[in-house]
């Protein structure tokens, strides 16, 4: 069995190499995860899972959260909120104590950020906070960065950005914030928040996508299978299921001994 964690990409130039002998393989590729926060849901809890889940390693984790759609209702309290709490967050060196946020992990990363944040303002986002690089701490780190007013032609809207940098998109409906949530290759992990128990059934198995964090920012835990669906990879990690997946099923009939 072959395993591989990175890119989109690489995975699908693996799979073709890997068919000619039929070898199993295993890929963990890449994310565009869903950040949904419904009307009922608890704003605080939901504004602090954000954080979690948009900024550990400055963005840089398959699971981080890539496209906030937040419900029309709650659309400007939770912006004032979030930019609130991110505005207190510290960027520097990580092994100095109160530092949140470190560097991009190179060059080609902090180019890919850079020029994602500059094409949505280009095209009309609005900056509410952060959104241009922090040169004086070192060439790699970018301010977290708050947008608003995405719209579809921004390539913040589709492309992981992989990066500290929140994109902010306001829905009025379950099936509308559904279809955006879906509306993507990639199926690796989705979150969303509510109070509303039905919609909590509802959401979870309509989420197109490998797990799912209800009223939870971070999802990755040993005893839990890891993994996702459409593009973003085959197999699962962790728990008994990734034990599995390096095993296969052996049928043996014995019949006739006397």
Known sequence: MYCFLGSTQVGKILYRQCASGVKRLGLELGGNAPFIVYDSANLQNAVHSALASKFRNCGQTCVASNRFLVQDKIYDAFVSKLVEEVEKLKIGDGSKPGINLGPLINQAQFKKVSELVDD????????????????????????PTILTNIKENMLVYTEEVFGPVINVIKFETEDQSLQIANNTERGLAGYFFSEDVAQIFRVARKLEVGMVGVNEGLISTAEAPFGGVKESGLGREGSHHGVEDFTYIKYICVGNLN
């Open 120 to 143: 949505a303002v280009s095209k009309g986002a609005e900056v509410k906070t952060g959104g241009k690089p922090v040169p004086e701490l070192g060439e790699f780190f970018y301010k």
